[in-house]
């Protein structure tokens, strides 16, 4: 493939690489490498792989202790697995830039160019449900793949937002444990992947993808906290959108080094002297701090190629020489408690957020304090406020096994469970205010898809656990009706039993959920699982 590579490229790739040009462009003749991460989430790599028929055939990522080389035809996206949430299919090197971000339960971290998600989700597994992901990209068609993709992988605590960085930046300065900057770029890594980038690659100037960088990275620089880390990564070779970057951010700011990246694996040194050839004047210090960071070449790894650089802030010095808009940053004091959610009456509920989350539709009504207690009897809750009904649904159908700590949140008729401790996202494009976990109509309550991807078997009062090989995992993935014998239908704890047979169940494969069904006494399960999330 290497004929349909732009002339401008390979020359300036000849002109860069030197002697290791022809290795580099044999490259693009060898076979293309797959990979798929393994969702911590929901299970582990070695249990996953004694689960899977894929798991005796996979190879170890060396950088990415869940990610695996999977052999081409295997089509992991073709299996109920994928539907479950247990992988995301993911380039190897891409891998990358999130294992250097050290994350760790509890950390709030921002994923500012998020879509479609591959890293977010990966930063998610790391949190394991403890701290906050703030999922960003300004692409606002992009951010619905990215809100799936969260929800597929049975993310809790991950807020959708859809707006520019300058937007952000105000609202979370130095907020930020971890953030990362997987930046637009030219693409230049991608080319072997996908053969339409070459021809995206001209209208993506490296010029105007430097451009988008630096105003982005400013923005993210401001939001990372003293002590911080930031990883800032691209898919390209170009050094304009790669050292240069990082000198030109390290010269304006002098709060923020690099944290120098060991080169095992096949990994090489960033490259200080292109900097300098791109009319960067470097210091000696700034050289070196350059070469800390890290090229991956497909020439010497089994990956398409990456850049990435690891930063700290080391304090706050320059902060204010930051063009960021002072603004009212409100931290909701309620913010700051953790709750038990279900079962909490008087859960508060903060006001919704003029443009709602999905850009005006739900916009609007303050949702006054909800009596979480109060239902009837029969389990019908006397209510029309999506907060009590949520409530009463997690009472009825949800098993003791289920303990979920967040902020009620309701915009509209759609109710989240949205991560303790965040800033108002007051006047912000917000997708996703946290998980969502369903829609409030009059006295009724519609679990979401994403509540059933977020829960374990065992949360739900009634579940159905199909193997991965039985035909009803498919008639269910496609849509259909399910037939099923009462017996099959599992309570998620021994106080649950008691409970009548008919209501909402939890549809699982091998242990793990893929959507609501509903019983109603006649052997027929209704099928709950939304039209975009049916098998093709
Ligand atoms: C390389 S992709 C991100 C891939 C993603 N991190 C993943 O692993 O799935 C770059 C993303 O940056 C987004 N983007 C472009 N300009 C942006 C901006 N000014 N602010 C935020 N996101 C931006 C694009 O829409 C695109 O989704």
């Not at 400013?218 to 691209?234: E, F, K, W």
């Not at 959507?515 to 399960?525: E, F, Q, V």
């Amino acid at each position: 493939m290497s004929g349909y590579l732009p002339i401008a490229f390979t020359t300036k790739m000849k002109s860069l690489l030197g002697e290791e040009f022809d290795r580099f462009m044999s490259s693009y003749e060898d076979p293309r490498v797959y990979g798929i991460r393994i969702n911590r989430l929901k299970l582990d790599a070695e249990d996953w792989r004694s689960l899977s028929p894929m798991g005796e055939s996979v190879r170890p990522i060396p950088w990415a202790p869940d990610g695996f080389y999977y052999e081409e035809g295997a089509r992991p996206g073709k299996h109920p697995h994928y539907h479950a949430g247990l992988y995301y299919i993911q380039e190897p090197s891409a891998m990358a830039p999130v294992e250097l971000l050290d994350v760790r339960p509890g950390h709030r971290v921002l994923d500012l160019c998020a879509a479609p998600g591959g890293k977010s989700t990966q930063i998610a597994a790391k949190l394991q449900g403890i701290g906050v992901l703030v999922s960003n990209d300004n692409a606002r068609e992009r951010t619905k793949a990215l809100a799936k993709n969260i929800e597929l992988a049975g993310v809790r605590n991950a807020v959708v937002l859809n707006e520019e960085p300058s937007a952000l930046a105000p609202v979370f300065r130095e907020w930020f444990d971890r953030i990362l900057v997987d930046a637009p770029c030219s693409g230049e890594g991608m080319f072997r992947k996908d053969e339409s980038m070459i021809a995206e690659w001209e209208k993506h100037s490296i010029e105007r993808c430097s451009a988008m960088q630096r105003h982005i990275l400013r923005d993210a620089a401001a939001m990372l906290a003293p002590g911080g880390i930031l990883v800032y990564s691209t898919c390209t070779f170009s050094p304009e959108e790669n050292e240069v970057q990082m000198a030109e951010l390290l010269a304006e700011y002098p709060d923020f080094k690099v944290l120098p990246v060991p080169h095992p694996y096949g990994w090489k040194p960033g490259r200080p002297d292109w900097a300098g050839e791109a009319g960067q004047e470097l210091s000696a210090e700034q050289s070196a701090s350059l070469g800390g960071t890290v090229r991956l070449w497909p020439h010497h790894i089994e990956g398409e190629g990456h850049y990435a650089a690891v930063l700290t802030r080391t304090g706050s010095a320059s902060v204010e020489e930051l063009t960021i808009i002072e603004a009212a940053v409100t931290t909701d004091e309620e913010n700051g408690r953790k709750k038990k959610v279900k079962g909490n009456a008087g859960a508060t509920l903060r006001a919704a957020e003029k443009r709602g989350p999905r850009g005006g539709k739900d916009s609007g009504k303050l949702n006054k304090a909800a009596d979480a207690g109060r239902h009837s009897g029969r389990g019908q809750a006397e209510t029309s406020d999506p907060a009590e009904l949520w409530n009463a649904f997690a009472e009825r159908e949800l098993s003791q096994a289920f303990a979920c700590t967040g902020q009620v949140q309701c915009f509209g008729s759609r109710v989240y469970l949205q991560p303790d401790s965040l800033p108002s996202l007051d006047g912000l494009r917000v997708v996703r205010a946290g998980w969502y976990v369903g829609e409030a109509g009059r006295n009724k309550f519609e679990p979401s898809q994403a509540l059933a991807m977020g829960l374990r078997q065992s949360e739900a009062v009634r579940s159905l656990n199909f193997g991965s090989e039985d035909p009803n995992v498919i008639r269910y993935l496609k849509g259909e009706t399910i037939f099923v014998h009462e017996d099959q239908i599992r309570f998620g704890h021994e106080e649950d039993a008691a409970k009548p047979l008919k209501g909402y169940v939890l549809v699982c494969t091998d242990g793990y959920p893929i959507g609501w069904g509903k019983y109603s006494g006649d052997g027929m399960l209704k099928n709950e699982l939304p039209a975009g999330w049916r098998w093709m």
